[in-house]
Antibody
C-alpha cells in the first residue's frame, strides 16, 4: 500500500527554523519526483517546492526561495523540507505529494497522484 | 507565472444533476510537441488531503468514478460531474504543471442544493 507520512510540524516563533519529513512506503521512492504543497488555514493550495528523483533538480516558489530547502534521502525513502527564517505567513498545513512521472528529469511535469495527510506548521510569537 | 482562475467560486447543485466547474489559465498549457494539456483536477474534502481526479486535462485517475470527466484545451478547461452524489461535496481545484511555479486555481466549493 502506497503511503506518505509527514512529520515535524509544530508551533515555532518567527525567524526560527523547522525541518519537515515525509516518509514514503509501498513504492520505489527513488524513482519519483516529489513535491511539497501547503495550505494556509481556510485557504487554497500553494505549491512550495519539488525535487527530482535523483535529487539533482530543485525548484521553489518565489516566496520561499533562499529560506526553504528541499532534499531527499533515497536510502531512507524520506523527503525533507528545511524551513529557515520562518514568517507568520508560512503558517499552513504542509503536504508532501508524489509526482506521477517515473524517472523523469528535470521533474515536475506531471500531476500529483499520492498525498500525505499533512503536518501543521504554525509560526507565531 | 501562470495564473489559474476557476469559476464559479461556489456552486450548489441538486442530487442527480450535473455540476460544471470551469478553469482558465493565463497562458496555454498545451505542449505542442506531445499535444498534451498539462492540467489536472483535484477534489478535497474537509480535513483530508487533495485527491487526484483528472490529469492531462481529460484522463481519469484509476478508481475515480466515471461520472467525473475533464475536457478542454489550451487555456480553457472544464470539470463535469454528471449525476451528483452526496459524497461529491468538496472543494475542487485545477492545477497547471506546464511550468514552474506549479499553480492551482483558487478552488470551487461544491454543495448540495
Amino acid at each position: 500500500q502506497v503511503h506518505l507520512v509527514e512529520s515535524g510540524g509544530g508551533v515555532v516563533q518567527p525567524g526560527r527554523s523547522l525541518r519537515l519529513s515525509c516518509a514514503a512506503s509501498g513504492f520505489t521512492f527513488s524513482s519519483y519526483t516529489m513535491h511539497w504543497v501547503r495550505q494556509a488555514p481556510g485557504k487554497g493550495l500553494e505549491w512550495v517546492a519539488l525535487i527530482s528523483y535523483d535529487g539533482d533538480n530543485k525548484y521553489y516558489t518565489d516566496s520561499v526561495k533562499g529560506r526553504f530547502t528541499i532534499s531527499r534521502d533515497n536510502s531512507k525513502n524520506t523527503l525533507y523540507l528545511q524551513m529557515n527564517s520562518l514568517r507568520p505567513e508560512d503558517t499552513a498545513v504542509y503536504y508532501c505529494a508524489r509526482d506521477r512521472g517515473w524517472l523523469v528529469l528535470p521533474g515536475g511535469d506531471d500531476a500529483f497522484d499520492i498525498w500525505g495527510q499533512g503536518t501543521l506548521v504554525t509560526v507565531s510569537s | 507565472d501562470i495564473v489559474m482562475t476557476q469559476s464559479p467560486d461556489s456552486l450548489a447543485v441538486s442530487l442527480g444533476e450535473r455540476a460544471t466547474i470551469n478553469c482558465k489559465s493565463s497562458q496555454s498549457v498545451l505542449y505542442s510537441s506531445n499535444n498534451k494539456n498539462y492540467l489536472a483536477w483535484y477534489q478535497q474534502k474537509p480535513g483530508q488531503p487533495p485527491k487526484l481526479l483528472i490529469y492531462w486535462a481529460s484522463a481519469r485517475e484509476s478508481g475515480v468514478p466515471d461520472r467525473f470527466s475533464g475536457s478542454g484545451s489550451g487555456t480553457d478547461f472544464t470539470l463535469t460531474i454528471t449525476s451528483l452524489q452526496a459524497e461529491d461535496v468538496a472543494v475542487y481545484y485545477c492545477q497547471q504543471y506546464y511550468s514552474t511555479p506549479i499553480t492551482f486555481g483558487q478552488g470551487t466549493r461544491l454543495e448540495i442544493k
